[in-house]
């Protein structure tokens, strides 16, 4: 069974950095995606970043050149680099996962599209993030 725990969520000023971690066990796939999502209130799911255990990256057009998505050598920590952080960057950040893969691309770990959400097939339960202008 995947799980997957996030941490690292706080309050921050504007301008400010955090990093989120996901904590992932049960992966036994050598192919696999993982990506950060984030709902702000009344707001739909958004892609923030993905990468694949082969490494390439991929990120929403509003995080580019701010937030850094990396996993550890084992592949067993994901980690949500976010930098220079806005007020519009407020939201609770979920971990994903998507297993099931038979290549392992950059095109296997999307975030860009709305519906890019329905094809991960695990979340963790979330950590907020507040930035505060």
């Known amino acids: 069974q995947v799980q997957l725990v996030e941490s690292g969520g706080g309050s921050v000023q504007s301008g400010g950095s955090l990093r989120l971690s996901c904590v992932a066990s049960?992966?036994?796939?050598?192919?696999?995606?993982m990506a950060w999502f984030r709902q702000a209130p009344g707001k739909e799911r958004e892609g923030v970043a993905g990468?694949?255990?082969?490494?390439?990256?991929n990120y929403g057009e509003s995080v580019k050149g701010r937030f850094t998505i990396a996993m550890d050598d084992a592949m067993k920590t994901l980690y949500l680099q976010m930098n220079n952080l806005e007020p519009e960057d407020t939201a609770s950040y979920f971990c994903?996962?998507?297993?099931?893969?038979?290549?392992?691309?950059?095109?296997?770990?999307?975030?860009?599209?709305?519906?890019?959400?329905?094809?991960?097939?695990?979340w963790g339960q979330g950590t907020h993030v507040t930035v505060s202008s």
């Open positions: 994903a996962a998507r297993l099931g893969i038979y290549y392992a691309s950059r095109a296997d770990c999307p975030v860009g599209d709305p519906n890019d959400n329905s094809i991960y097939n695990f």
């Open positions: 990468i694949s255990s082969d490494g390439p990256t």
């Open positions: 049960g992966i036994t796939r050598r192919n696999f995606c």
